[in-house]
């Protein structure tokens, strides 16, 4: 089994700054990719950014510029630093990660349990 705790969301005001992180724990063997998504009320979910195990990155064109995706591997740790926030950046951010456990055949995708975030204008 593996569990990912994200903490660091919260109310900001327009052109405020946030930073998400996401801690994987469990039997994980590997991790792959690690992602932010986000869904705001009414909307489907979508990518905000994603980071491979070699560090390369992917952001949505939305956040591009605005947003950075780390992560720390000794530590199963990704993080989301947000700046010059908006209040269309508001939503529920979950972290997702693609990851090989112990006694479970292949890779799959994990999911937060996603930490709101409130961009107030």
């Known amino acids: 089994q593996v569990q990912l705790v994200e903490s660091g969301g919260g109310l900001v005001q327009a052109g405020g700054s946030l930073r998400l992180s996401c801690v994987a724990s469990?039997?994980?063997?590997?991790?792959?990719?690690m992602g932010w998504y986000r869904q705001a009320p009414g909307k489907q979910r979508e990518l905000v950014a994603s980071i491979t195990s070699g560090g390369s990155t992917n952001y949505a064109d939305s956040v591009k510029g605005r947003f950075t995706i780390s992560r720390d591997n000794a530590k199963n740790t990704v993080y989301l630093q947000m700046n010059s926030l908006k209040p269309e950046d508001t939503g529920v951010y979950y972290c997702?990660?693609?990851?090989?456990?112990?006694?479970?055949?292949?890779?799959?995708?994990?999911w937060g349990q996603g930490t709101q975030v409130t961009v107030s204008s």
């Open positions: 469990g039997s994980i063997l590997n991790i792959n990719d």
């Open positions: 997702r990660i693609d990851a090989s456990l112990r006694y479970v055949y292949g890779s799959n995708y994990y």
